[in-house]
C-alpha cells in the first residue's frame, strides 16, 4: 500500500521560507515522478511543482517560479518542496503526491489526473 506523509508546514511571516518534505513508502520510489499541489480554502487543487523519477527534470508553476524549488532524495524515499519569498497568496494546504503510472525518465505531470496516490496534506500558513 502506498503512503505518503508530509511535514514542515507552518506559520510563516511573509518574505520568509519554509521546507516541506514527504516521505513515500509502499512502491520503488525511483519509478515514479512526484509532484506538489496546494489548495487554498474554496479553491481547486493547483499544481505547483513536479519532479522526474530520478530527480533530472523539474517543473514549477509560473506562480512560484524563482521562489520554490522542488528536490527528491532516492536514499531516502523522500521529494522536499523548498519554499522562499513566501507571500500571502501562497497560504493553503500544500500535498505531496506520487505519480500513478511509472513514467519516463524525463517526465514530469502536471495534472492531478497523473497522480494516483496523495499524502493527508501539510497547512502552510503566510502573515504580514
Known amino acids: 500500500q502506498v503512503h505518503l506523509v508530509e511535514s514542515g508546514g507552518g506559520l510563516v511571516q511573509a518574505g520568509g521560507s519554509l521546507r516541506l518534505s514527504c516521505v513515500s513508502s509502499?512502491?520503488?520510489?525511483?519509478?515514479?515522478?512526484m509532484g506538489w499541489f496546494r489548495q487554498a480554502p474554496g479553491m481547486e487543487r493547483d499544481f505547483v511543482a513536479g519532479?522526474?523519477?530520478?530527480?533530472?527534470?523539474?517543473t514549477h508553476a509560473d506562480s512560484v517560479k524563482g521562489r520554490f524549488t522542488i528536490s527528491r532524495d532516492g536514499a531516502k524515499s523522500m521529494v522536499f518542496l523548498q519554499m522562499d519569498k513566501l507571500k500571502l497568496e501562497d497560504t493553503a494546504d500544500y500535498y505531496c503526491?506520487?505519480?500513478?503510472?511509472?513514467?519516463?525518465?524525463?517526465?514530469?505531470?502536471?495534472?492531478?489526473?497523473?497522480?494516483?496516490?496523495w499524502g493527508q496534506g501539510t497547512q502552510v500558513t503566510v502573515y504580514s
Open positions: 503526491a506520487s505519480g500513478r503510472y511509472s513514467s519516463g525518465w524525463y517526465d514530469v505531470p502536471g495534472s492531478r489526473s497523473e497522480y494516483g496516490y
Open positions: 519532479i522526474s523519477r530520478e530527480g533530472g527534470s523539474t
Open positions: 509502499g512502491r520503488t520510489f525511483s519509478a515514479y515522478a
